[in-house]
């Protein structure tokens, strides 16, 4: 009785830390589903889990016994990411943690020994995609897949048409301007080819090296799929159709995204599937029932340190060189519109400085920091955490290069929001993702986003006015170009 209440105690302290050290990251991931700011849908993945462990635990009872969980090595593993992500103040790598939460129930409920059996690992990192794992890839990864976009998609229409003219991430067919935009990077797309072939693993269990090169090979298809994609839409502007429109849109979309996952679909079939058995017996750590239950006791103090660290986030921005906001823009004179309370709480906690101002009917606001990382995104997060319905219009190259969004607020009322991101040397650029890219290549200095909004209903010359204006009292030089 003593052994089985001091295994008792044990197990009980294991689960006990385990729900602290994922309480946290499980809140925010629930948020990051409920606010429009990061419009994720990762709580489909999230159902297509569940889904596939409710299917596995109705296929029947466990064919044949296999060794315990590392139950411990997992609980310490979790608990140096969540402690990693808590100091730093990176909610998504505290969000990690909760991967290995799925590993764990995977085998602790045995779906991988059971008639239709799934693979730990490849659920858990099926779940990955529950996280907002499409707006990290846009914001890190984003420029070098639009220029790897962009390249082979020259190299298709080159194959078509013989005037086509490249440039980085710009594209001349016909003497059609097309670019490339963020959103044109192919990352929703390889997602969702990814997500598909990592189902197909965790249920066809392949060995880890199959695994691991039809991933890669997805990885491949995807690619050339978006650039597929992007040659088609170019091919439609060029002859003057409405393809940026919807259903066409979309439906090119869809098309090239059901040839990236046909090959897997109809081809994918891995014979060395891994033996249904659980984990090698090595992977056991056997205690004492006394020295484990201390164990639990010391991992359940442990979790509760972790969770009451205080954060000491690594990128903070430091000194910031900020633009002075011009007195007048067009005659119109500054009105300084203060931070709300949140804002300036999040500055003060993170460094950086934003500025607001007010001249007539052109709102101005600067963002300038040296972790761009942390501080710069598109103006359609903050919209549409401000509940704004937001759509991306392009970007334009004439003058200063922008992004322009249109932005409904809930009253109904329209802006158009142009946004440029400004390096310290002198570097222009429409896209966050170009920023973010240089700054982790080395360019070091101060970014800024300059974002300029104004009524929809104004006048375009008007409006071309006060951006010239704004570009010039700000001193904005558009160094261009792609050249990384």
């Given amino acids: 009785m003593k052994h089985l209440t001091a295994d008792t105690l044990a197990w009980c302290a294991f689960a006990i830390a385990s729900a602290i050290l994922a309480a946290q990251p499980l809140q925010w991931l629930v948020r990051s589903w409920l606010s429009p700011a990061y419009g994720?849908?990762?709580?489909?993945?999230?159902?297509?889990?569940?889904?596939?462990?409710?299917?596995?635990?109705?296929?029947?009872?466990?064919?044949?016994?296999?060794s315990q969980m590392p139950a411990i090595a997992l609980l310490l593993l979790a608990a140096l990411i969540r402690f990693l992500g808590q100091v730093l103040a990176v909610n998504i790598l505290s969000a990690l943690a909760l991967a290995l939460d799925v590993?764990?129930?995977?085998?602790?409920?045995?779906?991988?020994?059971?008639?239709?059996?799934?693979l730990p690992v490849w659920m858990a990192a099926l779940f990955l995609f529950s996280l907002p794992t499409e707006m990290v890839l846009q914001r890190t990864l984003g420029f070098p897949l639009q220029i790897a976009s962009a390249e082979l998609s020259c190299r298709w229409l080159g194959a078509l048409f013989s005037n086509v003219v490249?440039?980085?991430?710009?594209?001349?067919?016909?003497?059609?301007?097309?670019l490339v935009d963020l959103p044109c990077s192919g990352a929703s797309g390889l997602l969702l080819s990814l997500a598909f072939v990592v189902t197909q693993n965790a249920v066809r269990r392949p060995r880890w090296y199959v695994g691991g090169l039809s991933v890669l090979a997805v990885i491949g298809c995807a690619t050339l799929g978006n650039s597929l994609r992007i040659s088609l839409?170019?091919?439609?502007?060029?002859?003057?159709?409405?393809?940026?429109?919807?259903?066409?849109?979309?439906?090119?979309g869809l098309a090239t995204l059901g040839l990236t996952v046909a090959p897997f679909a109809l081809f994918y079939r891995p014979r060395n599937a891994v033996p249904r058995a659980g984990f090698p017996q090595s992977s056991r750590i056997i205690l004492p029932n006394p020295i484990k239950a201390l164990a639990g006791i010391a991992c359940l103090i442990g979790s509760i340190a972790i969770v009451?660290?205080?954060?000491?986030?690594?990128?903070?921005?430091?000194?910031?060189?900020?633009?002075?906001?011009?007195?007048?823009?067009?005659g119109h004179l500054a009105q300084h519109v203060p931070l709300t309370a949140m804002e300036a709480h999040y500055f003060e906690?993170?460094?950086?400085?934003?500025?607001?101002?007010?001249?007539?009917?052109?709102?101005?606001?600067?963002?300038?920091?040296?972790?761009?990382?942390?501080?710069?995104?598109?103006?359609?997060?903050?919209?549409?955490?401000?509940?704004?319905?937001?759509?991306?219009?392009?970007?334009?190259?004439?003058?200063?290069?922008?992004a322009y969004y249109r932005a409904t607020g809930p009253d109904g009322d329209q802006w158009l929001v142009a946004v440029s991101y400004v390096s310290q040397s002198g570097h222009v650029t429409?896209?966050?993702?170009?920023?973010?890219?240089?700054?982790?290549?080395?360019?070091?200095g101060t970014w800024s986003s300059v974002q300029r909004i104004t009524p929809w209903t104004m006048d375009p010359a008007l409006r071309t006015q006060l951006d010239a204006a704004t570009i010039a009292a700000l001193d904005i030089q558009t160094i261009k170009g792609t050249d990384i």
């Avoid at 994720?40 to 889990?49: A, C, E, M, W």
């Avoid at 590993?103 to 799934?118: C, H, K, M, S």
């Avoid at 067919?173 to 097309?178: N, P, S, V, Y």
Wanted: proline letters at 7%; glycine letters at 12%; one cysteine or more.
């Fill in 166 to 178: 490249c440039d980085g991430v710009r594209i001349t067919l016909e003497q059609r301007d097309i």
């Fill in 349 to 402: 906690a993170y460094g950086g400085q934003a500025q607001k101002a007010q001249f007539g009917p052109l709102g101005l606001n600067v963002v300038s920091t040296r972790a761009p990382l942390r501080h710069l995104h598109a103006p359609e997060i903050c919209l549409r955490g401000l509940g704004y319905k937001v759509r991306f219009l392009g970007t334009r190259y004439d003058g200063v290069p922008s």
């Fill in 40 to 66: 994720s849908y990762g709580y489909v993945y999230v159902l297509l889990i569940l889904g596939l462990a409710g299917r596995s635990l109705l296929s029947g009872r466990p064919r044949e016994a296999g």
């Fill in 103 to 118: 590993f764990a129930l995977v085998g602790l409920l045995q779906l991988n020994r059971r008639p239709f059996a799934l």
């Fill in 430 to 444: 429409p896209s966050v993702g170009e920023a973010i890219w240089r700054w982790l290549n080395g360019s070091g």
């Fill in 233 to 252: 839409l170019a091919i439609g502007l060029a002859h003057d159709l409405d393809v940026m429109a919807e259903p066409w849109h979309s439906l090119v």
């Fill in 308 to 330: 009451s660290l205080k954060a000491n986030p690594v990128d903070v921005s430091g000194h910031v060189v900020t633009p002075n906001l011009p007195t007048q823009i067009h």
